[in-house]
């Protein structure tokens, strides 16, 4: 779920099979925030990700990547692509402190960008899917004024 305020101006920027990416146009700057979801044993589309490398994105969602240290009980091939790709091109990750999953302890959702610095989630405790609800929260501002 995209949360947005009525005064903010967006619109849809890039859409494919199990992704969405909206341009937000803020008073000073535009980002970018999207979903994403990875089936299992699937990889990552890369060329789609790679695409929006040079804007500032977020990207959010269920990539099904599991890695040991995230309490996944081994590595896939997943998310070792998905490394790969982070470390080529110095993208981030927004890794929650606990298993995100209610089927297993992994964590397998979270957040892609450029710049992770000043980003927090957290995993809240509800009933609502497989998965539990993840809040991502930032230091970006919006400034209400500049929309009057």
Known sequence: MILYHKCINYKLSDSDTNFIL???SLSNETLYVGGLYVPPNSLPSFQLLSKHQNKPFYIFGDLNAKRTEWGCTKNNTSEVQLLNWLE???NELIVPQKATSKRSDSIID???????????????????SDHYPI?????IA?????FL
């Open 110 to 128: 979270f957040g892609i960008t450029r710049n992770a610095t000043g980003w927090t989630s957290e995993v809240l405790d509800e009933d609502t």
């Open 88 to 90: 080529i091109r110095g």
């Open 135 to 139: 809040l991502f929260q930032s230091s």
């Open 22 to 24: 909206i341009e937000i």
């Open 142 to 146: 919006v400034d209400e004024n500049s």
